[in-house]
Protein backbone atom coordinates (compact mmCIF):
# COMPACT_ATOMS: atom_id res chain seq x y z
CA UNK A 1 0.00 0.00 0.00
CA UNK A 2 2.67 2.53 0.42
CA UNK A 3 3.81 2.05 -3.20
CA UNK A 4 0.68 2.95 -4.68
CA UNK A 5 0.99 6.02 -1.82
CA UNK A 6 3.51 7.13 -3.53
CA UNK A 7 2.44 6.70 -7.05
CA UNK A 8 -0.50 8.43 -5.71
CA UNK A 9 1.80 11.11 -4.87
CA UNK A 10 3.70 11.35 -7.39
CA UNK A 11 0.71 11.25 -10.00
CA UNK A 12 -0.52 14.53 -7.74
CA UNK A 13 2.50 16.94 -8.25
CA UNK A 14 2.95 15.18 -12.10
CA UNK A 15 -0.53 16.32 -12.95
CA UNK A 16 -0.32 19.98 -11.37
CA UNK A 17 2.99 20.76 -12.76
CA UNK A 18 1.28 20.14 -16.17
CA UNK A 19 -1.12 21.81 -15.49
CA UNK A 20 0.75 25.07 -14.09
CA UNK A 21 3.02 24.57 -17.07
CA UNK A 22 0.24 24.74 -19.76
CA UNK A 23 -0.43 28.23 -19.88
CA UNK A 24 2.61 29.66 -19.48
CA UNK A 25 3.55 27.64 -22.38
CA UNK A 26 0.91 28.24 -24.78
CA UNK A 27 1.67 31.96 -23.35
CA UNK A 28 5.17 31.72 -24.86
CA UNK A 29 4.41 30.10 -28.23
CA UNK A 30 1.84 33.04 -28.79
CA UNK A 31 3.89 35.60 -30.03
CA UNK A 32 6.98 32.79 -31.69
CA UNK A 33 4.75 29.78 -33.23
CA UNK A 34 2.20 31.33 -35.88
CA UNK A 35 0.39 28.10 -35.63
CA UNK A 36 -0.68 28.83 -31.41
CA UNK A 37 -3.11 31.35 -32.53
CA UNK A 38 -5.09 28.56 -34.31
CA UNK A 39 -4.91 26.31 -31.57
CA UNK A 40 -1.73 24.34 -32.08
CA UNK A 41 -1.49 22.64 -28.76
CA UNK A 42 2.05 23.37 -28.19
CA UNK A 43 1.62 23.33 -24.27
CA UNK A 44 0.68 19.33 -24.77
CA UNK A 45 3.75 18.71 -26.98
CA UNK A 46 6.16 20.25 -25.31
CA UNK A 47 5.21 18.78 -21.72
CA UNK A 48 4.83 14.94 -23.29
CA UNK A 49 8.65 15.77 -25.35
CA UNK A 50 9.93 16.72 -21.81
CA UNK A 51 8.35 13.81 -19.69
CA UNK A 52 9.51 11.64 -22.67
CA UNK A 53 12.81 12.60 -22.23
CA UNK A 54 12.87 12.29 -18.68
CA UNK A 55 11.87 9.15 -18.89
CA UNK A 56 14.16 8.42 -21.01
CA UNK A 57 16.73 9.69 -18.48
CA UNK A 58 15.40 7.75 -15.09
CA UNK A 59 15.41 4.55 -17.32
CA UNK A 60 18.36 4.97 -18.51
CA UNK A 61 20.59 5.69 -15.05
CA UNK A 62 18.93 2.53 -13.88
CA UNK A 63 19.73 0.30 -16.84
CA UNK A 64 23.08 1.87 -16.57
CA UNK A 65 23.16 0.66 -12.68
CA UNK A 66 22.80 4.20 -10.99
CA UNK A 67 21.30 3.83 -7.89
CA UNK A 68 17.88 4.82 -7.67
CA UNK A 69 15.81 3.27 -5.52
CA UNK A 70 13.08 1.04 -6.94
CA UNK A 71 10.67 3.74 -4.82
CA UNK A 72 11.66 6.60 -6.33
CA UNK A 73 11.19 4.95 -9.51
CA UNK A 74 7.85 4.51 -8.95
CA UNK A 75 7.07 7.99 -7.66
CA UNK A 76 9.26 9.75 -10.34
CA UNK A 77 8.29 7.11 -13.38
CA UNK A 78 5.28 5.98 -12.99
CA UNK A 79 3.67 8.63 -10.99
CA UNK A 80 5.31 11.90 -11.53
CA UNK A 81 5.94 11.52 -15.91
CA UNK A 82 2.44 9.36 -15.94
CA UNK A 83 0.80 12.18 -14.85
CA UNK A 84 2.75 14.63 -16.51
CA UNK A 85 2.87 13.09 -19.80
CA UNK A 86 -0.87 11.56 -20.97
CA UNK A 87 -2.02 10.08 -23.95
CA UNK A 88 -5.66 10.93 -23.74
CA UNK A 89 -4.46 14.82 -23.79
CA UNK A 90 -2.16 14.01 -26.75
CA UNK A 91 -5.34 12.70 -28.53
CA UNK A 92 -7.49 15.25 -27.24
CA UNK A 93 -4.96 18.22 -28.59
CA UNK A 94 -5.03 16.20 -32.26
CA UNK A 95 -9.27 15.84 -31.84
CA UNK A 96 -9.41 19.57 -31.25
CA UNK A 97 -7.47 20.35 -34.58
CA UNK A 98 -9.54 17.71 -36.78
CA UNK A 99 -12.90 19.02 -35.65
CA UNK A 100 -11.48 22.79 -35.95
CA UNK A 101 -10.74 21.98 -39.70
CA UNK A 102 -7.31 21.37 -39.50
CA UNK A 103 -6.92 17.32 -40.48
CA UNK A 104 -3.32 17.54 -41.92
CA UNK A 105 -2.30 19.29 -38.71
CA UNK A 106 -3.69 17.21 -36.69
CA UNK A 107 -1.78 14.06 -38.34
CA UNK A 108 1.05 15.75 -38.28
CA UNK A 109 0.56 16.58 -34.67
CA UNK A 110 -0.29 12.82 -33.55
CA UNK A 111 2.75 11.42 -35.84
CA UNK A 112 5.19 13.81 -35.08
CA UNK A 113 4.65 13.77 -30.90
CA UNK A 114 5.01 10.11 -31.28
CA UNK A 115 8.47 10.02 -33.31
CA UNK A 116 9.55 12.76 -31.33
CA UNK A 117 8.91 11.27 -27.97
CA UNK A 118 10.33 8.09 -29.39
CA UNK A 119 13.80 10.22 -30.31
CA UNK A 120 13.39 12.29 -26.78
CA UNK A 121 13.01 9.15 -24.69
CA UNK A 122 15.87 8.04 -26.49
CA UNK A 123 18.15 11.13 -25.77
CA UNK A 124 17.33 10.74 -22.49
CA UNK A 125 18.48 7.22 -22.31
CA UNK A 126 21.63 8.24 -24.29
CA UNK A 127 22.55 11.02 -22.10
CA UNK A 128 22.08 8.51 -19.41
CA UNK A 129 24.63 6.01 -20.60
CA UNK A 130 27.18 9.10 -20.72
CA UNK A 131 26.81 10.29 -17.69
CA UNK A 132 27.39 6.58 -16.10
CA UNK A 133 30.16 6.34 -18.46
CA UNK A 134 31.74 9.44 -16.81
CA UNK A 135 31.06 8.80 -13.59
CA UNK A 136 31.83 4.52 -13.50
CA UNK A 137 35.01 5.01 -16.21
CA UNK A 138 32.85 2.35 -17.95
CA UNK A 139 32.53 2.10 -21.29
CA UNK A 140 28.71 1.89 -22.06
CA UNK A 141 26.70 -0.70 -23.39
CA UNK A 142 24.92 -0.18 -26.41
CA UNK A 143 20.40 -0.42 -25.78
CA UNK A 144 19.56 -3.51 -26.85
CA UNK A 145 17.02 -2.95 -30.21
CA UNK A 146 13.42 -4.47 -30.18
CA UNK A 147 14.64 -5.01 -34.27
CA UNK A 148 17.36 -7.29 -32.48
CA UNK A 149 20.82 -8.00 -33.86
CA UNK A 150 20.92 -7.71 -37.68
CA UNK A 151 20.81 -4.12 -36.87
CA UNK A 152 23.90 -3.98 -34.59
CA UNK A 153 22.65 -4.09 -30.95
CA UNK A 154 24.24 -6.50 -28.34
CA UNK A 155 22.14 -8.38 -26.19
CA UNK A 156 22.70 -7.58 -22.28
CA UNK A 157 24.65 -9.29 -20.34
CA UNK A 158 22.72 -10.67 -18.16
CA UNK A 159 25.43 -10.97 -14.98
CA UNK A 160 26.16 -6.82 -14.85
CA UNK A 161 22.75 -4.94 -16.17
CA UNK A 162 20.79 -3.34 -14.21
CA UNK A 163 16.74 -4.63 -13.65
CA UNK A 164 14.43 -3.72 -16.54
CA UNK A 165 10.96 -1.79 -15.18
CA UNK A 166 9.24 -4.89 -15.50
CA UNK A 167 11.18 -6.70 -13.21
CA UNK A 168 11.50 -3.80 -10.73
CA UNK A 169 7.87 -3.86 -10.83
CA UNK A 170 7.93 -7.44 -10.00
CA UNK A 171 10.70 -7.07 -7.00
CA UNK A 172 8.49 -4.43 -5.52
CA UNK A 173 5.23 -7.00 -5.82
CA UNK A 174 2.52 -4.09 -5.19
CA UNK A 175 2.42 -2.28 -8.73
CA UNK A 176 3.87 -3.18 -11.95
CA UNK A 177 5.38 -0.06 -13.64
CA UNK A 178 5.46 1.30 -17.18
CA UNK A 179 5.95 -0.97 -19.98
CA UNK A 180 4.43 -3.84 -18.36
CA UNK A 181 0.46 -3.81 -20.02
CA UNK A 182 -0.90 -5.79 -17.13
CA UNK A 183 -1.57 -2.61 -14.27
CA UNK A 184 -1.91 -3.72 -10.70
CA UNK A 185 -1.73 -6.98 -9.52
Known amino acids: MRRVALIFAGGF ?10 APLL ?6 LPAARLGFPYDVLLINLT ?3 ALGLLYGLVEHGAN ?21 SLAYGGDRLAASGQ ?9 GSIALGVLCANAGY ?20 SLGASHGA ?19 DDVRTIGDPSGVR
Do not use: I, K, M, N
Not at 13 to 22: I, N
Not at 103 to 111: F, R, S, T
Not at 128 to 144: E, G, H, I, W
Open 126 to 145: AAAARLAARTSRVRPRRRPS
Open 68 to 88: VAPDVRLTLGTGFLGAYTTFS
Open 103 to 111: PVAAALYLA
Open 51 to 53: GAL
Open 154 to 172: LAPDRRTRAASPVEVAQET
Open 27 to 32: ALAGPL
Open 13 to 22: CGTLARYALS
